[in-house]
């Protein structure tokens, strides 16, 4: 049973260039979380989503970020026109519902130049 | 709004001793807490769950415990051993009507050999 997936592992962009970032979750599980860690910092939440569905975005920047969970395929996190802050390691991590435990992907790490 | 303490500073003890890591929250109360553990570099591992009513749990040597009145949970490790080197991480649910996870930055563990 594959864990969660996430692709690319390591990302470099140029400042005004875009961000996509993908998740696979655990097969039977619908929900995915988004989530942002700055080294020494602790998870920040950024959006939780169901099949096609965003339930809970209150944790994104209301520019620039967006993300989607097709019914088909990946959820994909997308950065348009990155700065040098948005630096960090992403995270997702799926559950089968919303008060159930995390699975977590190993990371895309976002480097800004 | 909701904040959680984990004591930031790194806790080393001796392999064979008991770890107990502290996890304290404010201004919530939630209806379940969990505990992770990420190495460097990885996600995190999800490791146990305990719900408000439940006031311990046990898993192998590990032992949560949730103090709802002390808004405080405690994270045992017994025996333990320089494989639960890591950081460890507690979530709180986010507050009613939200879906999002708050993590705590984290305390990191060395068990000495």
């Known amino acids: 049973n594959a864990g969660v997936m996430q692709n690319p592992r390591h990302l470099v962009r140029r400042r005004g260039q875009e961000a996509r970032l993908r998740c696979s979750p655990m097969k039977g599980h619908s929900h995915v979380y988004w989530y942002r860690q700055l080294p020494e910092e602790g998870l920040k939440f950024m959006v939780y989503l169901q099949k096609e569905n965003i339930i809970d975005e209150s944790g994104m920047p209301k520019e620039r970020f967006s993300a989607e969970f097709p019914k088909e395929g990946p959820s994909i996190l997308r950065i348009q026109q990155v700065v040098r802050g948005d630096s960090a390691a992403y995270f997702c991590?799926?559950?089968?519902?919303?008060?159930?435990?995390?699975?977590f992907g190993p990371g895309t790490r976002l480097t800004v130049t | 709004s909701q904040k959680i303490e984990q004591n930031s500073e790194a806790l080393n003890i001796q392999e064979g001793k008991t770890a107990t890591l502290t996890c304290n929250y404010t201004n919530y109360s939630p209806a379940y807490l969990q505990w992770y553990r990420q190495d460097p570099g990885r996600g995190p591992v999800f490791l146990l769950l305990i719900r408000e009513n439940e006031k311990e749990k046990r898993k192998e040597r590990l032992k949560v415990t949730f103090d709802t009145t002390l808004k405080q949970s405690l994270f045992h490790i017994t025996a333990s051993q320089p494989a639960d080197s890591a950081t460890y991480l507690c979530a709180l649910e986010g507050t009613s009507g939200t879906y999002k996870y708050i993590f705590g930055t984290g305390t990191r563990l060395k068990v000495l050999a």
């Open positions: 991590a799926s559950s089968p519902g919303s008060n159930y435990e995390q699975y």
